[in-house]
């Protein structure tokens, strides 16, 4: 992911019964009770962040990489994930992976992904048996051993790899092709017991988000050219390798939401079911109050839906709570360009 300028930071609570938020300067000594916000920045301002929203106080924390560490997170922040005690923050354009300990944001070490002073251009990060799999748009996926924090090997996929899901013993990648005049159109498997790719699955230009109905099923938003060749989502079957266009009109965006998926585009916030591939309801929440759909994230453990609001991609953003209904909770006013946040209790 990639965006757009300056970070501003406000901070507002919108809800009936609810009491505004408080912006606070200072970070939380431990992380509870709230979420940690991984705010993306925009391209070549050095402007990544973390925020941390407190719900015990209605208090918002800004800069807390900055706070922690005492130094800046970097250029476009693009994903984070916790696995075990640590967490783990991709920076793209820096080149960087960021471990930070879990429970009180502390840094732990920060791993140039570079080679031979070239950017590996890092994009996202999943967990398999004690490994993380990184993809880097240098057409690699990294392999990280989360003990002794070293990469072990890079493997060879196809051209700007992104998005990553691990089913069983089995990587998939999106290849997207994303920097190159012809968009890639595959997805790569990578058996995880031998590091190695075993095999190539055509779906169809730019494919990004893959997301899994069961073991055997997986969705994927194939995203088109962005002009003349529509975005769309396709099922996969893998048993079967049939792989059918279930919704062949311009979508955004997927998130999991159980056994259904969420569907967005620029005004449009869709539910999807994965056991029928049809649209449940095509305005399942509305989007009047949000600027710029950016990103959707289902926190299970809340049952709750998260919408990243960009805000035009140059002010700082919002994030607006949902619950699994479709019914809205609240609106927290955080920094640049949010795009994904763990959840504590």
């Not at 960009?310 to 949902?322: D, L, P, V, W």
């Amino acid at each position: 992911m990639r965006l757009i300028n300056l970070i501003l930071i406000l901070l507002l609570l919108v809800g009936c019964t609810k009491k505004p938020i408080k912006l606070n300067g200072n970070s939380p000594s431990v992380f509870s009770n709230g979420f940690l916000v991984l705010n993306e920045g925009n391209k070549d301002l050095n402007n990544a962040s973390l925020s941390w929203i407190d719900l015990t106080s209605n208090q918002v924390s800004e800069d807390v990489f900055l706070s922690k560490t005492g130094r800046k997170l970097g250029d476009t922040g693009n994903d984070l994930q916790r696995y075990g005690n640590k967490l783990y923050v991709v920076v793209d354009v820096s080149s960087t992976l960021e471990v930070l300990d879990a429970k009180t944001g502390s840094s732990i070490k920060q791993i140039s992904m570079q080679l031979n002073g070239k950017a590996k251009e890092p994009r996202n990060i999943v967990f398999q048996d004690g490994k993380a799999y990184i993809s880097c748009f240098d057409g690699y996926v990294d392999v990280l051993d989360t003990s002794t924090l070293q990469i072990q090997k890079r493997i060879k996929v196809g051209d700007n790899p992104e998005h990553m899901l691990v089913i069983k013993d089995r990587l998939y990648v999106s290849n997207s092709g994303g920097l190159n005049p012809s968009l890639d159109s595959t997805l790569s498997v990578i058996d995880c017991n031998s590091n190695l790719e075993i095999s190539k699955i055509v779906v169809g230009k730019n494919p990004g988000k893959i997301v899994t109905q069961n073991d055997s099923v997986l969705y994927v938003h194939v995203r088109g050219n962005y002009s003349s060749l529509p975005s769309s989502l396709k099922k996969i079957n893998l048993g079967s390798s049939v792989i059918q266009s279930v919704v062949a009109n311009n979508i955004t965006g997927i998130e999991k939401m159980e056994e259904q998926l969420l569907l967005f585009s620029s005004d449009a916030i869709a539910l999807f079911d994965m056991q029928t591939s049809s649209i449940l309801d095509a305005s399942f929440i509305s989007t009047t109050t949000i600027k710029t759909i950016y990103r959707i994230q289902y926190v299970e453990a809340l049952k709750q839906i998260f919408v990243y609001d960009a805000n035009y991609y140059t002010n700082s953003g919002f994030i607006h709570r949902y619950t699994n209904s479709g019914q809205f909770i609240q609106k927290h006013h955080v920094g640049l360009n949010p795009n994904s946040l763990i959840y504590y209790e």
